[in-house]
């Protein structure tokens, strides 16, 4: 059974496994590795990100993990229920400030002075936390995020399509002002305040038991940076959410979620209660989009209420439809491609800034491209301080590509990267016969 | 079976580029790499053994000096990191404050730089977002031959604060663009030097000169406080509060924190109908213009001034509430201003500005990037006479009690002791403004005749006012969120 | 001076009725011309355009350069009609040079048309207005790079001058939004009533029987485009010559978001109504307006800025009760 046909099917487990044929098991295993080996440094396989990112590639990639595991809930949302939310940034942001609110500074329940009673004596002012480990906090935040998610549903129920997607866009809103509200949970609107580091502690002692915030040898055999430390953690969590997504998407509810988006009203009369379904399909997204949230939160240090702005939501939305919507390899490529595409970008016209002076074949490219701001030199990049004309900086320019993208994709390929990866392997299948 | 080659195929075609491209990059990093590796021990351990080590390689070239990361010992140059907001709400004024850093090391290096070291400034824009910030400092900071040594601005207080226990933890010395009064908190850890007056000091000042106008002009004073959400509003606010405090002012309304949003008519409603004589603001431009013109439309009669930043020449000289400023606002700020005569450190700016830049306009911000040039070179020259460019030196040198930076009158004198008190900047500058001087022209137009005018005309200059003077800080007057 | 003509009068209750009153129209006003461009291109098009705000803004950015710098968007050359600098526009200058302005954002959304939406006919509604968001975000730079923070001064002939109703303060550009409003939505209204707008209204019934009826429905989507571009410029050019933040410059902090708060406008009116955005338009900033005048005594409980939100809380009351607004078309469910 081992290399038959590919596509036959023998039964329905067979139909439903997470990897159908020992070469998609043998490539997870590989791919598993090399993610590994890359974390470690390895010569030649670490070369690959630090081209495209340069020396410091491990910090776009750790925090595009967070991301990508809060993408897995839209998808859910988006791809598998067909429910269009833009509201993903305002279930982030529950359950950033629930890993805040418990695992926030100090070891008892601070007093929460509000703001501004008393001008001038601000000595007072507190921000409410608990000091509680990271494995209190971590599930508490997907689970207050996902109860937020069903205190909402009932609204969302009622309301279909585009009409959905205003509204969560109302959420986000809603939810920075309440990010202004309450500043004894949120920080300063501007600065926000600091989070939880990823320490994993048993309970408030000192030291934790594992360290996340230092440099340090784990296991007495390898020395790990701080980076390589929090890459590897991210990276585990979101390999435990990829299976615990996979495995849902593959069972009843998963089914069960799909004919909803196919056809609601069909789902209906077929047996699948469509309420309870929606409301579930509201709930797991949002506890993927709290975990995420949090730990995004928890890897940065510090946070401010404008961070969870509605531009945090359309990156999701751009996440899966650039990824491919309603498959979670889709999902992991759109993430890795929407959040590290600019840091490319960025990375490679630094490089190119460089060629100017270099005089080699990439010179005239350069020369066309750059612009340093002086008089008489042309070009639509500007890598001075000061923008003559219209000319942009390689920021707001990797905004213009990013919307360009968005548009090219949905045009061209609305199956997103999942759909060039399925061509291109058709293609060798088939090869060298067209048919 | 056949899929399987395929893809063996692939994969090792893939590796076999990314051979070539990471090889590539090795080869043209190599040179400095190896210095680094041999100073790995020195730099890391901290300042104390960083004199004895490292100077294996540095030694042929330029005498004993230790280094770890940011500086090139064989080409003898310092590299400096600018984390600055390029492209986001605060663009034009932080593109003209990095064109003046720029300017002052392109100065400092033709001149010979000093001991025959050069500063490369690495500028990396953040868009003011805190995460874009973040991801610049991680790069700026790396501990590689492509670090810096320093960063010598860090826009806006959202993005230091993001970065600087890292930065305390990393040795990396970073002067703010934010004059918020937290920086010494030691939720910030020790690696933030912050520069000049801050929001705080700055409206004691700022309201009790108002106080003496409005007397003068035969009015009671009775303040209103305006402010942002936020440390900067709040800073304002708290300083503006105690001044009141301290002078017998009565504070009629408090509206810290209560501009939020695009609609002010709450604000704007309560401030017309506090009977208030004095205002003081710690707001954005907009913002100011917003509530500023509504209010004096509604019949609001006060005099006005606020914190630096809140007013901008070049959104309110054009503006239709011109002549209602140059009427009732005074501009406040902690610095000279373009041209203001008699300062040998703006002699000195204008000259290189001038030559430099001859593109941009006249602006009222090149002193605060020359000011953060100043105390970088008086950083950096400690440290080579000291013959320790590390990292960890710079912010020993920062903490040591004797080390002070002369502004040359661009800014009050500046050391800063371990005692908060004695540290603080007690001093600020006040301005009339006056839009029918407004004359905004190009560096590259100016002479001593007409050196152009941001439409401020200099009242006091270096103002103590008695609050300031005698206020005893045991901290800063906000403290930070933890 | 101003304060010189009110003698620092002391605002009664009933002037802070009508001054509120003043600016729940004004506001109303550009409410309801952005939200017009929204429904105009929803009714035609079946695209809930997200890339409003960019577009409106480029609508305002126009009309900068046109008046205040001279010249013409990424062109060299100069503009005749421009004042000459230093000095403001007149009245009917000023009016022509919005025209041009007008005229150039509908240029834009015919371009967007062509290159990015018509491809995209007979996809599901969700990609197409994923489309625009694209646009949106592609765009948005270019505006933000050229407003810079100072913003860009519209050169409006009125300035901040206003009138004195009785204590009430009433600026002149209240007054100018109203009329401007007026004038666009009866225009609209009598558009739906020519032949073209009989044909835009056919489509939006029935695309493939329009067609069977040898309307062009590619020239339908076309003119629906450039007319909703055009409306929102107009909303946003309106928007920053009132003086809702004074001074009359379009700005960098205000004017991307303006079209995001037009979205409970159109949810509570219905996204296809011409009608519901006027009343959804007039009800939201009413509210709003109200909200922020004299909710404003309990700012420190409410959170400041809680006027920005009072929109949003509408709508979302208004779509538990009526789930496709006040005058939205129903879907018909079919299994």
Known sequence: MAFNRPLLRTSYEQDAAIFPSYTQKGMAAVFGVVLVLMG???????????????????????????????????????????????GHAFFMGVGAYTAVAL???????????????????????????????????LPFSGAVAAAVGILVSPAAMKVRGLYLAIVTVGLVFIGLHLGRMFPEYAGDFESGRKWPTLDFKLWKEETPLIEFTEDGTWFGLIHLSEEQKQYFLLMALLGGFILLAKNLVRSRTGRALQAIRDRDIAAEVMGV???????????????????????????????????????????????????????????????????????????????????????????????????????????PINIGTVAPGWTMSVFQWNFVIYGVLIVIFLIFEPLGLYGIWIKIRNYWKRWPFSY | MRRLKVLLALLLALSMLAAACGGDDDSSGSDDGGSDSSDDGGGDDGDDDGGDSGGDDGGDTGGEIATDYGVDAENKIIYVGLNADLTGPFASLVAEIVAAQEVYWEVFNANGGYQGWTVEPVVLDSGYQTDIGIQNYETLAQESSDGVLMITENTGSPITAAIAEQAAEDNVLVIPLSWASLWPDPTFGSAILEKQTTYCVEAMNGVEWLAGKVESEGLDPALAIIGR??????????????????????????????????????????????????????????????????????????????????FNYLVHMPSDFAAEFSEYYFQSQ????????????????????????????????????????????????????QGDLTRANMVAISQDSSFSVDFKGLSANQSWPADYNEAVVRSSWIYDVDATKFNLIPLGDYTPENPGSTGLIPIEQDYTGSVAENYVFDGPCIEASG | MITAVLQFAQVGAGATLIQTLVKALALGSVYVLIALG????????????????????????????????????????????APAEGETAGIVLFFVHVLIALALAAILGLVIERVAIRPMVGQPLFAMAVITLGIEIAIRPFNLDATALEGRQLGVPWGANSWDWGGAVVPKSYLVAVIVAAIAGVSVLFFFRTKLGVAMRAV???????????????????????????????????????????????????????????????????LDSVAGAIYGGLIIATAEVFAGQYLSQWNSTLGSGYSTIVPYLVMLFMLLVKPYGLFGTPEIRRV
């Open chain 1, 273 to 379: 209660p469509e309420f309870q379904y929606k409301r579930l399909g509201f709930a797991i997204s949002s506890f993927y989009a709290g975990i995420g949230g949090a730990l995004w939160g928890s890897y940065l240090g510090r946070r401010s209420p404008v961070d969870w702005s509605l531009f945090l939501s359309v990156d999701f939305i751009a996440i899966i439809l650039i990824g491919g919507a309603g498959t979670i390899a889709g999902t992991m490529l759109g993430a890795v491609f929407v959040e590290l595409t600019p840091e490319v970008v960025k990375h490679r016209t630094e490089w190119l800034a460089e060629q100017i002076d270099a005089s080699n074949i990439f010179t005239p490219v350069a020369n066309f491209l750059l612009t340093t701001g002086e008089s008489g030199d042309f070009g």
């Open chain 1, 40 to 86: 470690l440094g390895a010569p030649y396989i670490s070369a690959v990100p630090e081209f495209f990112l340069g020396a410091t590639w491990i910090n776009p990639i750790t925090n595009m993990l967070p991301l990508a595991i809060a993408a897995l809930g839209i998808n859910i949302l988006v791809g598998v229920t067909g429910q269009v939310s833009l």
């Open chain 2, 334 to 385: 902690y610095q000279a201003p373009w041209a203001t005569p008699g300062i040998a450190g703006m002699e000195d700016l204008i000259a290189a500005m001038v030559e430099a830049r001859p593109e941009l306009n006249i602006s009222d911000v090149f002193t605060t990037g020359w000011i953060e040039g100043i105390m970088a070179e008086t950083l950096i020259r400690a440290a080579i006479d």
């Open chain 3, 204 to 270: 939006a019934f029935d695309q493939e029987a329009a067609m069977a009826q040898g309307i062009n429905v590619g020239r339908v989507f076309a003119i629906a485009w450039a007319m909703g571009t055009a409306l929102a410029a107009l909303g946003a050019i309106v928007y920053g010559m009132a003086p809702f933040p004074p001074g009359g410059s379009v700005s960098q902090e205000i004017h991307p978001l303006l079209a995001l708060r037009v979205l409970p406008v159109i949810v509570l009116g219905g």
């Open chain 1, 103 to 137: 695992g926030g500074n100090g070891d008892e329940w601070q007093a929460c002075v509000p703001f501004h009673e008393e001008i001038g004596l601000l000595e007072e002012r507190g921000q409410c936390g608990l000091g509680l480990p990271i494995w209190v906090w």
């Open chain 2, 229 to 310: 959400p936020g440390e900067y509003g709040e800073d304002g606010s708290v300083g503006a509060a105690l001044a009141a405090e301290e002078l017998g002012i009565p504070v009629v309304y408090d509206g810290t924190g209560a501009v939020a949003g695009d609609d002010r008519s709450a604000v704007i409603a309560e401030l017309v109908s506090s009977g208030a004589t004095m205002v003081w603001v710690t707001l954005t431009p907009g913002e100011l213009l917003d509530i500023f013109g509504n209010s004096v439309s509604q019949g609001l009669q006060a005099y006005w001034s606020g914190s630096s930043p809140s």
């Open chain 3, 38 to 81: 929204f429904v105009i291109i929803f009714k035609a098009t079946q695209v809930l355009n997200f890339a409003a705000g960019a577009l409106s803004m480029a609508g305002a950015m126009f009309m900068t350069i046109l008046i205040s710098d001279g010249g013409f968007p990424l062109l060299p050359f100069a503009n005749p009609l």
